[in-house]
């Protein structure tokens, strides 16, 4: 497995601002996706952040409202862009280590949003 | 995309009894994953199955691949009160795209 260090860990944010979350993992991963996971729900896949290009989004998520980066193959961030009350979820990094379609995941960060 | 059906929703069961958990999918998949979700925690990977009608355990947990590659289950035998707390079945999104595509999850609580 991978030890992936996420954070904040948690955050109460006010509407109309932004936040970045950290994704970092302790060894030199290809994949790296982000999750939503909102209040009492499933996981749902954002878009997968590609190292030394454009992240890929999923349908309902776009570059705007969810920026990300990947400068190296052990590091990524999530923007939540311009958060609104609906934007209230746990956010989780997650890397397939070895393309081996098993994704290990960092312990989430709980944004809320007032 | 893949669609999975994840029952039952929530379990409420007593010390000592024995789960079982499943999942079926809209299509064929080539991976069934397992996963456990702690209050406050990502997802911890349980079980990994790659062919149809593999058995695999751990523990006191064992899940199945569905022969026709459309199902899986989980049991945990002996349930303990760590036994406690979401477990989603994943397979590959498919189409094409990386990533899993995770079920609705299975709430279990068990009772004193």
């Known amino acids: 497995s991978a030890v992936i260090s996420q954070k904040p860990s948690r955050d109460i944010c006010q509407r109309g601002t932004s936040l970045t979350i950290q994704c970092q993992v302790d060894s030199q991963v290809t994949m790296m996706f982000w999750y939503r996971q909102q209040p009492g729900q499933s996981l749902t896949l954002i878009a997968t952040?590609?190292?030394?290009?454009?992240?890929?989004?999923e349908s309902g998520f776009v570059i705007d409202k969810f920026p990300i980066s990947r400068p190296n193959l052990t590091f990524s961030t999530l923007t939540v862009s311009n958060m609104s009350p609906e934007d209230s979820s746990i956010y989780l990094c997650?890397?397939?280590?070895?393309?081996?379609?098993?994704?290990?995941f960092g312990s989430g960060t709980q944004l809320s949003v007032l | 995309g893949q669609q999975l059906n994840q029952s039952p929703q929530s379990m409420f069961i007593q010390e000592g009894e024995d789960v079982s958990m499943n999942c079926t999918s809209s299509?064929?998949?080539?991976?069934w994953l397992w996963y456990k979700q702690d209050p406050g925690e990502g997802p911890v990977l349980l079980i990994a199955l790659y062919k149809a009608g593999e058995l695999t355990s751990n523990g006191r947990l064992t899940a199945q691949f569905g022969i026709t590659r459309k199902d899986s289950f989980l049991n945990i035998s002996a349930s303990i009160p760590s036994d406690v707390g979401i477990y989603f079945c994943a397979g590959p999104s498919g189409g094409g795209a990386d990533g899993l595509t995770f079920g609705k999850g299975t709430h279990l609580i068990i009772q004193p």
């Open positions: 997650s890397v397939d280590l070895a393309d081996s379609e098993k994704l290990f």
């Open positions: 299509s064929i998949f080539n991976t």
């Open positions: 952040a590609n190292q030394g290009s454009e992240a890929t989004y």
